[in-house]
């Protein structure tokens, strides 16, 4: 029986043509991915929102052009994906952004170390596998455009919070995560499962440590 509607390397073309055809806009991307990892380790105020602005825009981006223009060329569903990405990008805009309740800072320790690994996977794990195994590079996503290396590289990040993160925007990450799984392991993608249970080890320490309320703004504690 078949279960996905389209063949492996009929994915693995529109993902090359993705990245060839917007290729500045990748590489602005991953370059702007690697300046909010820097940022993340002691952001300050305005680096909070500033970091909730840049995954902000790679879940829009991700959203309205990856899965819009291209993927629904080949995925009737695209379209809810599409969706829900641009929901996840507003609702990290509203959060992160106005109400500041993002409070990403390096943890330091074996908990810091384990999530600087982890996001440094999600920005060149895939394409340096791709790379060593002789296989074209562009036919994978990179992270700020492309959904998987997306969704780990935010929930990565959001293990590098000083306070509890609100579980509301945990919601879409966590269930891309599922359905990505599915899909690379469908489409036997050695490199696309690793990324994903990267991105399970991101969300279970966002998940699985006792973290401090997350602190009131200035307008929460004014009268």
Not at 54 to 63: E, I, N, R, S
Not at 66 to 74: C, K, Q, R, S, T
Not at 83 to 103: I, K, N, P, S, Y
Not at 138 to 148: E, M, R, Y
Request: glycine residues 12%; hydrophobic residues 55%; without cysteine.
């Amino acid at each position: 029986m078949r279960l996905m509607l389209f063949e492996p390397d009929v994915y693995f073309r529109l993902l090359a043509r993705y990245n060839f055809e917007l290729l500045p806009t990748v590489g602005v991307a991953l370059i702007l991915a690697v300046g909010l990892l820097v940022l993340s380790v002691k952001p300050g105020t305005l680096g909070r929102r500033l970091i909730a602005a840049g995954l902000a825009v790679f879940w829009l981006w991700t959203g309205l052009v990856f899965h819009g223009l291209y993927y629904a060329a080949i995925n009737w569903a695209a379209w809810g994906f599409g969706a829900l990405f641009a929901v996840q990008g507003l609702v990290l805009a509203w959060t992160g952004v106005l109400r500041g309740h993002l409070e990403f800072g390096y943890p330091g320790g074996a908990r810091g170390w384990a999530t600087l690994v982890l996001a440094i996977s999600a920005i060149a794990g895939q394409p340096i596998f791709q790379w060593l195994s002789g296989a074209p590079v562009l036919q994978v996503p990179f992270a700020g455009t492309g959904a998987d290396p997306t969704v780990v590289f935010t929930t990565t990040l959001m293990a590098m919070t000083q306070h509890r993160v609100p579980r509301h925007v945990l919601i879409l990450p966590a269930l891309w995560l599922v359905l990505a799984g599915i899909q690379a392991w469908l489409l036997a993608s050695t490199p696309g499962v690793a990324l994903i249970a990267a991105g399970f080890l991101g969300l279970g320490l966002v998940l699985g440590r006792p973290q401090k309320a997350t602190a009131p703004t200035r307008e929460e504690s004014e009268p």
